[in-house]
């Protein structure tokens, strides 16, 4: 299957003019508003946390304000990768004398900076003023990680032995690989912690910092890697939370994987990778997957990594990779190249996802992912569609079997043919990866529960993102959104904190009261869990184009 659009050729394009705002506004789950604060609260004053030892020496964090949670931000997860290690592997974190003020967000990796008239363009688009949104720098110096835990004494000894250690969720944010950072309210961890998980978001290095590609780089690295950076940044966070959660109060034997957009991807690709084996047992993926034999975006061969390796180079009249590692990050990072895929490196998937899957060697024991409504909508905003030309604009997904499918499913006017190609959008890069993952691993004998999010709001409603704010109990408190919003957030995010404490979504909510009851796809017939007005199973509404693709 051919996709109806690359994304890397698309970025170029919107680059150069005022589509830019547009992939601004995609990523914005992901990237906030310049809003400077000192730590994770936004209080003046704030009570200190427990000191806690870890890898590397001892860090304190704080309090939330309600002192129900124990906050520890920017907390290294490795070396810095600056200077030489500017395109390694991770390395291990650099001890620290005394105690690290854990009370503050490190900087996000870095990226192309939003323009000014894009936070205008986000403000009027959301129409209200977040509390809890955080601004800060960016540097190459970005492997850090956030860690929310409820608060009760689980440090000491007798209180572990005492108490059950919690589940744990672990969060990689979305962005393209290229945007994004680890510390955004839409996700922060707070009032899921309240709820008696372990919340903890992690930073990776980003565009041509984590996925830049050459030859040079594989014969340097002692593991013959290059190309993955960012993946192998997500699998050390991994490796430093199950080494060390423990100290949180956190049951390092009961760790689940999330990410939404391109952090989906990277959920499907750590799943894949052997690497990431036995450091978690289940994994949650919101809007995106590689799994497929060629992934319709997020991922490439190696022989395009190195190509546009080469490309870099070029443009930055580099003759070597010593030459581009002495080039400051502030200028690199506005290389023209999009440096926004995966590839298959011989070492973090020494296969691709479609094969390791395929051979039943993927780390998951339990899924569960999904997709919302309006997937392609952003994205096709200003593709040109009528009636006349559709067919030549989708031939190349269908290929062959155009002339069946538009047989059957013609636009009768311009307005619908826009709405088909939107569907046909969304299923090609967002639905039907999810079928394949969902199949892929059910057909193991895996448990997996799939979803389709549909609730409409005055600020994201079931566009692409638009579900996280439910998922993770942050919907704003603002009049864009209604009591049924609230509803469906303690509906959806119960299912969340069920599924990272037993692996099913099932049972009660936070108040104890039933929640819909979601089938298993084993026994769903093809049914998905619908989060919208009303919860209930249905069926999947871009399955008519599923065989299309096949």
């Known amino acids: 299957m051919k996709p109806i659009f690359n994304f890397d050729k698309r970025f170029l394009f919107l680059r150069a003019g005022a589509g830019l705002a547009l ?90 900076e939003m323009p000014p008239f894009f936070l205008a363009l986000f403000d009027a688009y959301t129409n209200s003023k977040p509390d809890r949104s955080y601004g800060g720098p960016m540097s190459e110096d970005c492997l850090y990680l956030n860690v929310w835990a409820p608060a009760g004494g689980l440090k000491s000894a007798d209180s572990l032995k005492a108490a059950r250690p919690l589940p744990v969720l672990v969060y990689i944010h979305g962005g393209s690989l290229m945007w994004g950072q680890s510390w955004h309210e839409k996700t922060d961890g707070e009032n899921l912690a309240k709820k008696g998980i372990i919340v903890v978001t992690v930073a990776y290095r980003t565009g041509v910092f984590g996925y830049f590609a050459d030859e040079a780089l594989a014969k340097e690295s002692p593991n013959g890697t290059t190309g993955n950076y960012g993946l192998l940044d997500q699998i050390k966070a991994l490796e430093w939370i199950h080494d060390n959660i423990a100290a949180f109060g956190g049951d390092p034997d009961n760790i689940t994987i999330a990410g939404e957009s391109a952090g989906s991807s990277s959920v499907n690709a750590i799943c894949a990778s052997p690497l990431a084996k036995g450091l978690f047992r289940r994994a949650i993926g919101e809007s995106s997957a590689v799994i497929q034999e060629r992934p319709p975006h997020t991922f490439r061969t190696m022989e395009d990594a190195l190509k546009m390796g080469s490309d870099i180079k070029k443009e930055f009249n580099a003759a070597d990779v010593e030459a581009l590692r002495k080039i400051p990050a502030n200028k690199l990072v506005q290389t023209k190249y999009a440096n926004s895929a995966m590839t298959v490196d011989g070492y973090a998937l020494p296969q691709s996802p479609y094969e390791i899957y395929k051979a039943g060697r993927n780390n998951e024991e339990a899924l569960l992912n ?171 509404p871009y399955r008519y184009i599923y065989e299309y693709l096949e």
């Open 370 to 540: 999904g997709f919302n409504s309006r997937e392609g909508f952003s994205f096709t905003f200003f593709t040109v569609v009528t009636k006349s030309n559709i067919v030549s604009l989708l031939r190349p997904t269908f290929r062959d079997k155009t002339d069946a499918f538009f047989a059957k499913y013609a636009p009768k006017n311009n307005k619908a043919a826009k709405q088909l190609y939107r569907d046909v959008f969304s299923a090609v890069c967002f639905s039907y990866p999810h079928e394949c993952w969902t199949k892929t691993v059910a057909a193991q004998g895996r448990p997996v529960y799939e979803y389709y999010f549909t609730k409409e709001n005055k600020e994201f409603g079931a566009n692409h993102s638009g579900e996280i704010v439910y998922a993770y109990r942050n919907v704003p408190k603002t009049k864009n959104y209604r009591a049924r919003d609230y509803e469906l957030e303690e509906v959806m995010s119960s299912c969340w904190l069920n599924f990272v404490k037993t692996g099913n979504p099932n049972g009660n909510d936070t108040m104890g009261r039933p929640l819909p009851r979601w089938q298993d796809s084993k026994d769903s017939g093809g049914l998905l869990m619908e989060f919208g007005e009303t919860c209930g199973m249905v069926q999947d």
């Open 23 to 112: 992939v601004c506004l995609l990523f914005a789950s992901c990237v906030s508003t310049k809003i400077e604060k000192t730590n994770p609260t936004g209080l003046e004053v704030q009570r200190a946390a427990p000191i806690v030892s870890v890898t590397g020496g001892d860090i304190r964090g704080i309090m939330s304000a309600d002192g129900e949670v124990e906050i520890y931000a920017g907390v290294p997860f490795a070396a810095p990768p600056v200077g030489e290690l500017r395109w390694k592997e991770p390395q291990p974190v650099v001890p620290w004398d005394g105690v690290l003020e854990a009370d503050h967000f490190a900087p996000m990796a870095m990226q192309v």
